[in-house]
């Protein structure tokens, strides 16, 4: 069975996020265990990253905390509890960097895990 990261990182790649960044908060948010950064080309594309991370954590019986930003699609924040996506248009993503403001957070490549 996936977990929780597992189900969301897919979620963003389906639907084509780009330069998928996953940072591993442990003991050093108390957000989050990790957060998934991403970023896509038009609010469109934006909105349906999150919905199809929001919708696939339901499926499969993880509670969806909050969506906010939805309604501009700019940078719109999905809580599932302990993982925490960030998807960003490409025009905001460089604007907050959050992998810099949280460049103390180890990257974990989750492309072993996509396989």
Do not use: C
């Not at 790649?13 to 996953?22: F, L, N, T, Y």
């Amino acid at each position: 069975m996936p977990t929780l990261l597992e189900i969301a990182y897919k979620a963003v790649d389906d639907k084509k996020g780009e330069d998928i960044v996953v940072l591993n908060m442990e003991g050093i948010s108390l957000i989050a265990d990790q957060f998934i950064i991403t970023h896509a080309n038009s609010e469109r594309q934006v909105q349906a990253i999150a919905r199809e991370v929001s919708e696939k954590a339901s499926e499969n019986g993880h509670d969806v905390k909050r969506v906010e930003g939805m309604d501009n699609g700019r940078w719109v924040l999905v809580d599932l509890g302990d993982v925490v996506v960030h998807v960003f248009h490409r025009d905001e993503r460089g604007y907050y960097n959050l992998e810099k403001l949280w460049g103390d957070a180890p990257m974990l490549d989750m492309a072993d895990e996509h396989e």
